[in-house]
C-alpha cells in the first residue's frame, strides 16, 4: 500500500459520521485492552462521532459491558451497546411475545430475554436458544436435543465458530450450538452479525445512512460480510482473529485494513 493511499483511506474513515465497531479483537482481548484503544475512543467522543459497540457476544448485558471498560479506563454509556443477545430477544418477541425458551447462556442472555418477556420452560420450550457460556456441559445438550426432537426451534445468538482471547483462539457460539444441530439434523437460525437484522438496527440507533458509515471489526465471516451486504464501508482490523492470509482467502475483501483501531488516526502510516 502506497503512503499517499493509505492517508487517503484513513482520512475516508476519520469523515464517516457513525462507527459501528465489534469489541472482542477490536477494542480488548479478554480483560486486556488493546494498543491505542483509548486514544481512538476519545477521538470518537471528542469528535461527536455517532458510536455504537455492536458485539456478538452474548454473556454480558450493555452495563456489564460498560463496567468492564471503565476498568480498562474508557467511561463510555450504556446506549453506546448493542449485543446479539439484545437482538435475540428482540426477535424472539416479534414472533411471538409469549415466547418459552430453553437457554444455553450466560446472564447477559437471560437477562435480555427476561426483559424481553421470554419465559424460561424446561419441560416444552418453543424455543432452545444457544450462546456463549462458561457453564457448557453434556447435560445442557442433551436437554437442548431432546427438546429440538419434540419440536422446539433452534436459535443461535450469532454464528462465530471461534473468538479471541488472552489465551489465544477459543470456542464461540457456533462451536456450541454444533452438537446440537448434528444430533438432530435441525439447522439453526443466527440472530447475530452478519444477519442484517443486527445492522439494520444498527444504523437506527445511530441515525446515519449506511454510506455515512464504516463498520469496524476483526471478522471477515461476519463483520466484514455484514457491511458488504448492507452496503456500508468496512475497515478490517488485523488485532483479532484475522491476519492477511486468511483475509486473502475470502471472495471478498473490506474496503479498508488496518493493523488496529488506533491506526486509523495515524498521519505516518507504514505499510502493512
Known amino acids: 500500500m502506497k503512503w499517499g493511499d493509505a492517508m487517503a483511506q484513513r482520512q475516508a474513515v476519520r469523515d464517516k459520521k457513525g462507527f459501528i465497531c465489534d469489541m472482542d479483537g477490536v477494542i480488548y482481548h479478554g480483560n486486556t485492552i ?13 469528535e461527536n462521532k455517532r458510536f455504537l459497540f455492536l458485539t456478538n457476544g452474548s454473556g454480558r448485558s450493555p452495563k456489564e459491558l460498560r463496567q468492564k471498560l471503565q476498568r480498562m479506563g474508557l467511561d463510555v454509556d450504556e446506549s453506546h ?17 409469549r415466547a418459552t425458551a430453553y437457554v444455553i447462556g450466560d446472564p447477559g442472555l437471560m437477562g435480555a430475554l427476561y426483559d424481553a418477556g421470554i419465559t424460561m420452560d424446561d419441560v416444552s420450550p418453543e424455543y432452545v436458544i444457544v450462546g456463549e457460556t462458561s457453564n457448557y456441559n453434556s447435560d445442557s445438550i442433551i436437554k437442548a436435543v431432546r427438546y429440538v426432537f419434540n419440536g422446539a426451534k433452534l436459535i443461535g445468538t450469532n454464528p462465530d465458530l471461534t473468538g479471541p482471547s488472552e489465551q489465544g483462539i477459543v470456542p464461540a457460539c457456533r462451536a456450541y450450538v454444533a452438537p446440537i444441530e448434528l444430533t438432530t439434523g435441525k439447522v439453526p437460525y443466527y440472530i447475530g452479525k452478519p444477519n442484517p437484522l443486527m445492522m439494520r438496527t444498527g444504523l437506527r440507533m445511530l441515525g446515519v445512512e449506511p454510506e455515512d458509515a464504516v463498520i469496524v471489526g476483526d471478522r471477515m465471516d461476519t463483520d466484514i460480510v455484514a457491511g458488504i451486504e448492507s452496503e456500508i464501508d468496512t475497515a478490517l ?3 483479532g482473529v484475522t491476519n492477511l492470509h486468511i483475509m486473502r482467502k475470502f471472495p471478498y475483501r473490506p474496503s479498508f485494513v488496518f493493523r488496529g483501531v488506533g491506526e486509523i488516526l495515524t498521519d505516518s502510516p507504514e505499510e502493512i
Open 237 to 239: 482490523v488485523l488485532s
Open 81 to 97: 451497546f448493542y449485543t446479539s443477545a439484545l437482538a435475540t430477544a428482540a426477535f424472539i418477541k416479534s414472533q411471538n411475545p
Open 34 to 46: 488493546l494498543p491505542n484503544v483509548l486514544e481512538f475512543v476519545h477521538w470518537l467522543q471528542e
